[in-house]
């Protein structure tokens, strides 16, 4: 939103003005302060535009400034232009009415870049310009063509133009009487697209290959014109009457007032070209053409130095471009990049053609009838494809041979065949080594543009995701790399910590038993030695975690196979956590059978499980809360649940709740101590039991936990106790279908639970 001017144009002191000290007053109606603000949400940026008494504009910003940006102009409408992107990035706008204010500035080092409107500078004044940059070579300079500023008519030094030309500016080379030079970069000279640009709007180009040789080829013209003009007789006899005469021979020398020449240097040796030229002929103007996009020139001629011209209309694409240059404008030059293709035949008229048709769409092209001068050029990375006309020979070499030789060269180019149809032999030739060379496509002569085209952007397409997929497969390569650094380090770090900490811990605990028994005559004493073993206890569990970790993935985790009481194991369970559950004040119940078959297991690992399940449920169930134990005969496992009412477990996270270290945002709130690694362990031992564990959970409700053994016992394993298990089929999960059936087995008396009474014999 634009508000009110302010009324504060010219005061001494005023926001946002900054001192200049040795510059004239300049009328201060030249500009009008404006406050500028976002109505909605927090002000983005805000400022004000005014002028003092040194006739200077700034919008000043509040904030950090990210840089100074001095603009010479003479209209409002540039500044308010340009002020959007220039603050929306933090910058500062300065604005001055001359390029003598612009040289005070400069000299004051507060303004790195410099932002000229050509379209309000004086052209006497553009040489000044240039001057000025060179005695501040360090100052990004931007200048602003307009339409009437870039016309042949306005005398000036080296301006640039980007291909396609601005409309009408052919005609008005036309109707101009001085020397226009046109520096035509590689691809469009080569094309011829230059050439006849203007020859369609009826202006004949005289093309010179070589640029440096211009001074010498103007001053030739020039004598020729002299010549001409000393010469000629003036009209008389029946020519008088509007008859021809026959042209004398010195007037036939001269040529017209258009050169199209081909330029392969840089901006600098462009500029220096220019100057050259011009001492020759003051009245020459001179234009460099170049096919490359707006954006990457601009990057480049920073990168050397150079001023960046760029049209009036694209005054907003500054700050961009500034920005990026700041933020490592190499890397996003490499990746804006456009394709390059190198075309190769020996037909001229379709060599021209089709590298119009290509240069039209946006690709950068090169273009040759000469194998060894492509095949020179062809090196890593120079071109991203290549079209080859197979009748194009190099020596001894085929344009088969060719391809294969560049393919060499650079195994990321992409190549297209343009196959002669007859002989008829040698087409089928050439389409079938599209196939033995690997190549991308084959196209028979004469080849349309729109095939062309369509082919060169597929095989452009395969080499981009070629590419990428190499890139990303590098990638995950060095990821996985790091992570397996990673993860080594990790188990050599738990199994050493484990081992030196399980050992004095051990003492630890013994002692603290003592002093506990010896001193309850003491209470006072008593408590603290308590407190100590009830410490190390913690302490110890989290050890053994470690322990566990490392032992099983190592393959080393011992779990003892034998016969397993079950009913005795959930039994003594219980017993030991529900005093935690009591003072939690939870109610806990043990839901087991009266008796249950036989199980092939460790007790001690077993309980392991069941108590890791239980102390998470106490731990993460609010007071008031219930937790179930639950044992269940299913017709081939046992099944055993833990069921609470606690904090429950999101959808999100419950394929990750046997990642070792997962914890969940809710339980990190509540959990007092541990790893995170209970459930993986706990994990580990059901599966070298021959089952599985699965978990049922609803955020905010409760969880269920639970896990199976088989009565037919565990797999059978290699090698002594604690050994890895050999493969087997993965068991099933809870409530998945049966295995297969397993031999009968002798029976057995069940084991009995001491909750409930003796159960009588039974009678067979």
Not at 269 to 286: I, S, Y
Not at 535 to 557: C, H, P, Q, R
Request: charged share 20%; proline share 7%.
């Amino acid at each position: 939103m634009i508000g009110k001017a302010r009324g504060q144009e010219g005061r001494e002191g005023a926001a946002g003005v900054l001192p200049a000290h040795g510059m004239t007053h300049y009328p201060a109606a030249f500009y009008h302060m404006t406050h500028l603000f976002y109505q909605s949400g927090p002000p983005l940026y805000a400022g004000n535009i005014c002028t003092g008494r040194s006739g200077t504009a700034i919008i000043s910003l509040m904030g950090e400034t990210q840089g100074r940006v001095l603009l010479v102009t003479s209209g409002k409408e540039l500044l308010m232009e340009m002020t959007p992107s220039m603050s929306g990035r933090g910058m500062e706008l300065v604005c001055v009415p001359t390029l003598k204010y612009a040289a005070d500035r400069l000299a004051a080092g507060d303004c790195p870049t410099l932002v000229v409107d050509f379209g309000w500078l004086p052209p006497s004044e553009r040489g000044a310009l240039l001057e000025l940059h060179k005695q501040f070579p360090k100052t990004q300079l931007f200048t602003l063509e307009s339409v009437a500023s870039m016309a042949p008519a306005v005398p000036s030094p080296l301006r640039r133009l980007s291909w396609p030309l601005p409309m009408g500016f052919a005609d008005q080379v036309r109707v101009i009487a001085k020397p226009v030079i046109i520096l035509a970069d590689q691809v469009l000279f080569s094309t011829g697209a230059v050439q006849n640009a203007f020859q369609q709007a009826g202006v004949q180009a005289e093309s010179l290959e070589f640029g440096a040789e211009l001074p010498d080829f103007i001053r030739r013209q020039s004598e020729a014109r002299a010549a001409s003009a000393r010469t000629q007789k003036p009209k008389k006899g029946w020519s008088l009457l509007g008859g021809d005469e026959e042209p004398e021979q010195e007037a036939a020398a001269a040529i017209g007032n258009l050169v199209v020449a081909q330029f392969t240097g840089s901006a600098a040796q462009a500029g220096a070209l220019d100057a050259a030229v011009r001492a020759v002929a003051p009245e020459a103007v001179c234009y460099l053409v170049s096919g490359v996009d707006t954006q990457r020139y601009a990057m480049q001629s920073l990168k050397e130095g150079q001023p960046v011209a760029l049209p009036r209309e694209q005054a907003g694409r500054i700050a961009g471009i500034m920005a990026e240059s700041a933020e490592g404008g190499e890397t996003r030059l490499k990746q804006r990049e456009r394709e390059r293709i190198l075309l190769l035949d020996n037909f001229k008229p379709a060599l021209t053609a089709l590298s119009q048709a290509l240069i039209g769409h946006g690709y950068e092209v090169t273009s040759s009838m000469d194998g060894a001068e492509a095949l020179r050029l062809t090196t890593k990375g120079s071109f991203h494809l290549a079209v080859v006309g197979t009748a194009i020979t190099m020596a001894e070499l085929s344009g088969a041979e060719l391809a294969q030789k560049m393919r060499e060269r650079d195994p990321d180019m992409r190549i297209i065949f343009m196959v002669d149809q007859y002989p008829l032999k040698a087409a089928l030739q050439g389409v079938s080594q599209v196939v033995e060379l690997g190549l991308d496509d084959a196209i028979l002569k004469p080849v349309e543009a729109s095939r062309l085209i369509f082919s060169v952007e597929k095989a452009l397409e395969r080499r981009f995701l070629l590419l990428e997929n190499a890139r990303l497969l590098k990638e995950t390569q060095e990821q996985k790399n790091q992570l397996e650094l990673v993860n080594g380090f990790q188990k050599k770090f738990f199994a050493t910590v484990a081992h030196d900490v399980k050992s004095p811990l051990t003492a630890i605990l013994g002692y603290a038993e003592v002093l506990t028994g010896k001193l309850k005559a003491m209470p006072s004493e008593g408590r603290y030695a308590a407190n100590i073993q009830t410490s190390a206890k913690t302490l110890n569990v989290l050890i053994s975690d470690l322990v566990d970790l490392a032992a099983m993935e190592s393959g080393k985790l011992r779990v003892e196979i034998g016969t397993l009481n079950l009913l005795a194991v959930m039994n003594d369970v219980y017993e030991r956590v529900k005093i935690a559950a009591t003072n939690r004040k939870l109610n806990m119940t043990l839901e087991v059978p009266p008796v249950l078959p036989p199980l092939a297991g460790d007790d001690a690992r077993v309980g392991q499980v069941v108590q890791n399940l239980c102390t998470n449920a106490i731990q993460y169930t609010k007071e008031g809360g219930k937790i179930t134990i639950k044992a269940e005969l299913k017709p081939d496992r046992v099944e055993v649940s833990v069921i609470d009412t606690g904090i429950g477990i999101s959808k999100e996270d419950l394929p990750r709740v046997w990642e070792r270290f997962f914890q969940t945002k809710e339980a990190m709130g509540m959990r007092k101590a541990g790893f995170g690694l209970g459930l993986k362990i706990a994990r580990e031992i059901v599966q070298r039991h021959g089952g599985e564990m699965g978990i049922e959970s609803e955020l905010g409700v409760g969880s269920r936990f639970f896990f199976h053994i088989p009565l037919n016992g565990p797999p059978p394993t290699e090698g002594a106790a604690g050994a890895a298990p050999a493969a087997a089929p993965k068991p099933a999960p809870p409530s998945g279908l049966p295995p297969a059936p397993r031999p009968p087995q002798q029976p057995q008396p069940p084991p009995q639970n001491p909750h409930l009474p003796p159960q009588p014999p039974q009678r067979k």
